[in-house]
């Protein structure tokens, strides 16, 4: 069963703007995170925010969650071309099977040079 | 270089024969995890192992089979009982529980059945 849902499933921007992604879920959540994917390799983890913090920041990155509406975003600023990949969230849940991760399926960003 | 490798990166098999995957990390983790990703669905958890000697089912358990005799070690087998094996398989590992840890993921192993 898959908690996340990303919105957009895709996305194309031009370098250097922004890009938005969200991400909705249904079951109250211990935290989130967001990992990024590019074609064909593994996936890297980019933030974990926990279900008591609204924001964080890494570098471009920034996270909101608003666990009220259960839902999440990822802001990337200044987009470039490195970026295009694939961004997925995933959520691990409040009580129960804490112990695993629970994946969208994923936004495929593209970023136009 | 600490990190988890995944042999081979691609690997091919007729139908009816089974496949065991290997996936080897040297982080000192804890808990391991095997992923399946086609396309359009994103990641499903297959089995997960929290500690040596112990693993559980994930959502998607049937025809495949784990073993995790070593800390470092988590291979998986896909077997002739599962119906459509051709996929992408990820390993991954974490300190400790997901509800404190990020995951850290292998490059993957590509398999394609005919």
């Known amino acids: 069963s898959q908690q996340g849902e990303e919105d957009p499933q895709a996305l194309s921007i031009q370098e250097g703007e922004n890009a938005t992604m969200n991400c909705s879920y249904k079951?109250?959540?211990?935290?989130l995170q967001w990992y990024r994917q590019n074609s064909g390799r593994g996936l890297v983890h980019l933030i974990l925010?926990?279900?008591?913090?609204r924001e964080k920041h890494s570098g471009r990155l920034r996270v909101t969650l608003d666990t009220s509406k259960k839902s999440s975003s990822l802001l990337i600023t200044a987009s470039r071309a490195a970026d295009t990949a694939s961004y997925f969230c995933?959520?691990?849940?409040?009580?129960?099977?804490?112990?695993?991760?629970?994946f969208g399926k994923g936004i495929t960003l593209s970023v136009r040079p | 270089d600490g990190g988890i490798t995944q042999s081979p990166k691609y690997l091919f098999r007729k139908e009816g024969q089974n496949v065991t995957l290997s996936c080897e990390q040297n982080l000192n983790h804890d808990a391991m995890y095997w992923y399946r990703q086609d396309p359009g669905q994103g990641l499903r958890l297959i089995y997960y192992s929290q500690i040596v000697n112990d693993f559980q089912k994930g959502d998607i358990a049937e025809g495949y089979s784990v073993s995790r005799e070593k800390k470092e070690s988590f291979p998986l087998t896909v077997t002739s009982a599962q119906k459509n094996p051709t996929a992408f398989y990820l390993c991954?590992?974490?300190?400790?529980?997901?509800?404190?840890?990020?995951?850290?993921f292998g490059p993957g192993t590509r398999l394609t059945v005919t």
């Open positions: 079951t109250s959540i211990n935290n």
């Open positions: 995933a959520t691990v849940p409040l009580t129960g099977a804490n112990s695993k991760l629970t």
């Open positions: 991954a590992s974490t300190p400790g529980k997901p509800s404190n840890y990020e995951q850290y």
């Open positions: 925010i926990r279900s008591n913090e």
